[in-house]
């Protein structure tokens, strides 16, 4: 079942609204750090650690070129404040890299399931 927002006939209610959360680490090691604690504690469903990536930007007036890890977290709407709030905690960096992203579309019973998982207990 795909959910597609005003056109899902085969549910009576809509489902609740799911984020994905894009986050950087300086490593691998911490992405894996991050994200096991934000899966354990239930403030994420999933966390897929998606690998190198290289960033570009300018910080504290000088331009860096530095090799991180991005990764994703799916989480349910609900637990967005509470997953950037347990990441800044656990963060290495100053400034952390979290940016919450609305799933728009999915299918139906992956999105029930990051609802479901998404919680204590």
Same mark, same amino acid.
């Given at each position: 079942?795909?959910?597609? *927002?005003?056109?899902?006939? #085969?549910?009576?209610?809509?489902?609740?609204?799911?984020? !994905?959360?894009?986050?950087?680490?300086?490593?691998? =090691?911490? &992405?894996?750090?991050?994200?096991?604690? +934000?899966?354990?504690?239930?403030? $994420?469903?999933?966390?897929?650690? +998606?690998?190198?990536?290289?960033?570009?930007?300018? @910080?504290?007036? &000088?331009?860096?070129?530095? $090799? #991180?890890?991005?990764? !994703? /977290?799916?989480? /349910?709407?609900?637990?967005? &404040?509470? !997953?950037?709030?347990?990441?800044? /905690?656990?963060? *290495?960096?100053?400034?952390?890299?979290?940016?919450? !992203? *609305?799933?728009? /579309?999915?299918?139906?019973?992956?999105? =029930? @399931?990051?609802?479901?998982?998404?919680?204590?207990?």
């Amino acid at each position: 079942m795909v959910f597609l *927002p005003g056109k899902d006939e #085969e549910r009576e209610e809509a489902p609740m609204p799911q984020s !994905l959360i894009y986050m950087t680490a300086p490593s691998d =090691d911490e &992405a894996l750090r991050i994200g096991r604690v +934000l899966v354990e504690e239930h403030l $994420a469903a999933c966390v897929n650690i +998606l690998g190198p990536i290289r960033s570009l930007y300018h @910080w504290q007036g &000088a331009f860096h070129d530095d $090799a #991180e890890v991005a990764f !994703l /977290a799916k989480t /349910a709407d609900d637990r967005v &404040a509470a !997953l950037i709030a347990r990441v800044r /905690a656990l963060y *290495p960096y100053e400034l952390p890299c979290i940016v919450a !992203l *609305p799933v728009q /579309a999915g299918d139906g019973g992956f999105l =029930d @399931w990051i609802t479901a998982n998404s919680r204590p207990g």
